[in-house]
């Protein structure tokens, strides 16, 4: 399993707008097929500038993240810069996931 992070710093001019877009663009990666799971997080520090989030789509494997890397990723890439330009700054992180734990409760 792989996760692809995605972490973006919005300008505060335009959050409102770019929330609206990503609870919008998250269903587009899904469609690619490429990813199995999305989940949009707000990273939790105070800024002066902007707001701070965290989009970790899972892939199955490292060949679906290439596929989607091959396919998909520019034109989806390209969507945010046409709509907000140097308003949103990103940095991408792939993680491997080695094993998961959870608890449960009776």
């Known amino acids: 399993m792989i996760i ?3 972490t973006s710093n919005i300008d ?4 409102d707008q770019w929330l609206v877009w990503i609870k919008e663009h998250i269903p ?6 490429c990813f199995t799971e999305a989940k949009l997080t707000k990273v939790l520090v ?3 500038q902007g707001v701070t989030y965290s989009v ?3 892939a199955k ?5 290439e596929r989607y890397y091959s396919i998909y990723a520019d034109a989806l890439r390209n ?6 330009s140097d308003k949103v700054l990103s940095f991408r992180t792939e993680l491997e996931v080695i094993d998961e734990y959870s608890v449960t409760f009776d």
């Open 4 to 6: 692809y992070n995605v």
């Open 56 to 58: 970790q789509y899972r």
């Open 28 to 33: 587009q990666v899904l469609s690619t097929g």
């Open 79 to 84: 969507d945010a810069l046409k709509h907000f």
């Open 12 to 15: 505060k001019a335009v959050h």
């Open 61 to 65: 494997s490292r060949e679906d993240l």
């Open 46 to 48: 105070e800024e002066d």
